[in-house]
């Protein structure tokens, strides 16, 4: 009987973690939307991931490597559920660029706490950069998703 | 009947964790559908992995350099492209996940082009490659088809090859076939170059040039993760020793980076990189490296 009450336990707990997890990234039909709400440019790629904060100053989120070609005019949008997309930010950076100081571009504008859907950015000079997704600072609380999405918007007139 | 309880609560697990399974890197049930057995044949090099499948994964996708030349005035025409047909000749593993690449590659440009009618043909083809390689569960066929059919879902049809590929590219990464993934992205990447550099042969300018030259960059990036596989396969060995010679003719351009001090935002809002990069290239140079490229493109296609 006590080893049944242990499996009992032990599956319970496998469960969990398993339905948080399963629960984690945006559905695809928020990727597909987002991906296909912007309008004449072509979809490239999505940064889908979950966010949960349990402490203020723990970092969340995800970053990725993507490469971007010269000469190349792109969009990068954010969708969140409802209720989340203004928790959320997305920032596009490299090594010279930092994240936190002086990144390429991003969703919300610190100074005038203003958020924006997407940004277009021209890249100049091939090579790699990063994208991020993370709470903004002081926000967070409750767990949710985000996606981010790169298209392509054209071959820059720069 | 202790057993059949422990029976009956191992099967309710079961059942609740392949629900859950839906929502696994994406939610529902029409997201990525796990097979069981699929880590097969595994051949991956224990070496630093997780730096190798971040390089891979950044690779631009295979629509991206086709949409490129279209955006550049470039009129459509199928000599660029593979005959898919000539996939079904592929026997290894190897030829299967390059040709994988090559002809999601080609699918891109026919997307891009929206010539939705010869679609069709390499779809065929890279379904049976999908399904040779264990990878069918990504490519959803019947779907594709149907969209393929109808000029007004372009934009659904492009949304679903991109993430079909990338979702092929993600899994093979993460069960331990980094070394397919690797030939999916250099397949890609070596046709989407044979397509900018024929563009380039024929309609020759400045920007093509210097889109190609740049491509430099992309190539010392992608060599030496091909380079960890060499020994494991003679065919990889083949495949470097392609691409060094390919490294070769790239090495004569030279690309050297500035810092404008102009503003980085646009009126549009548009945030233009202050960063730049000045590619140095001759015609000779460009010939030589349009030449290379063909001749291992062909080699490697065959």
């Known amino acids: ?158 | 009947m202790r057993n059949k309880w422990l029976g009956s609560l191992a099967l309710v697990c079961v059942t609740f964790m392949q629900f859950s399974c839906g929502g696994c890197n994406g939610g529902s049930e029409d997201d990525i559908k796990f097979i069981p057995g699929d880590e097969a044949n595994t051949s991956d090099v224990n070496y630093n992995s997780e730096a190798m499948n971040e390089v891979i994964e950044s690779f631009p996708p295979p629509v991206e350099m086709a949409a490129l030349v279209k955006d550049s005035g470039v009129p459509f025409s199928t000599k660029y492209l593979l005959n898919p047909d000539q996939v079904n000749d592929y026997t290894s593993s190897f030829k299967k996940a390059l040709g994988l690449g090559i002809l999601s590659a080609d699918l891109g440009y026919l997307n891009v082009y929206s010539k939705t009618s010869q679609i069709l043909d390499y779809l065929v083809s890279i379904r049976r490659l999908t399904e040779e390689l264990k990878l069918g569960q990504f490519f959803d066929f019947q779907s594709l088809k149907r969209l393929a059919t109808s000029d007004d879902n372009i934009d659904s049809l492009m949304y679903m090859c991109t993430q079909s590929y990338r979702n092929m590219d993600e899994h093979l990464r993460n069960n331990q076939r980094s070394n397919l993934s690797a030939l999916l992205v250099t397949g890609v990447w070596v046709e989407s170059l044979y397509l900018i550099t024929q563009v380039a042969k024929e309609q020759p300018s400045d920007r093509l040039r210097e889109t190609i030259g740049e491509q430099k960059r992309i190539l010392n990036n992608l060599l030496p993760i091909m380079k960890l596989f060499k020994n494991s396969d003679k065919n990889f060995e083949e495949l470097v020793q392609h691409l060094e010679e390919l490294k070769e003719v790239f090495d004569v351009v030279k690309i050297t980076d500035h810092v404008d001090e102009n503003p980085q935002v646009r009126d549009d809002g548009v945030i233009v990189q202050n960063e730049y990069s000045v590619v140095e290239l001759s015609k000779e140079e460009l010939q030589e490296i349009i030449t290379t490229t063909e001749k291992i493109r062909n080699k490697i296609v065959k």
């Not at chain 1, 349990?54 to 010269?70: H, R, Y």
């Not at chain 1, 005038?112 to 859907?117: F, G, P, V, W």
């Open chain 1, 1 to 158: 009987m006590k080893r049944l009450f242990i499996f009992l336990v032990l599956a319970v707990l496998a469960l969990a973690s398993f339905t948080d997890k399963a629960n984690a990234q945006c559905k695809q039909q928020l990727v597909y939307q987002c991906a296909t709400q912007t309008e004449k440019a072509i979809y490239l790629r999505d940064f889908n991931t979950k966010l949960k904060r349990d402490a203020p100053d723990e970092e969340t989120g995800m970053k990725w490597t993507v490469v971007l070609n010269k000469g190349t005019q792109y969009r990068f949008s954010l969708c969140a559920p409802d209720g989340f997309q203004e928790q959320v930010v997305l920032t596009l950076y490299d090594t010279e660029h930092p994240e936190n100081s002086k990144p390429y571009g991003c969703t919300y504008d610190k100074v005038t706490k203003s958020d924006r859907k997407s940004f277009d950015f021209i890249c100049n000079k091939t090579g790699m950069y990063y994208i991020s997704i993370r709470f903004k600072p002081g926000e967070g609380g409750k767990k949710g998703c985000a996606v981010g999405i790169l298209s392509f918007v054209g071959k820059s007139k720069s």
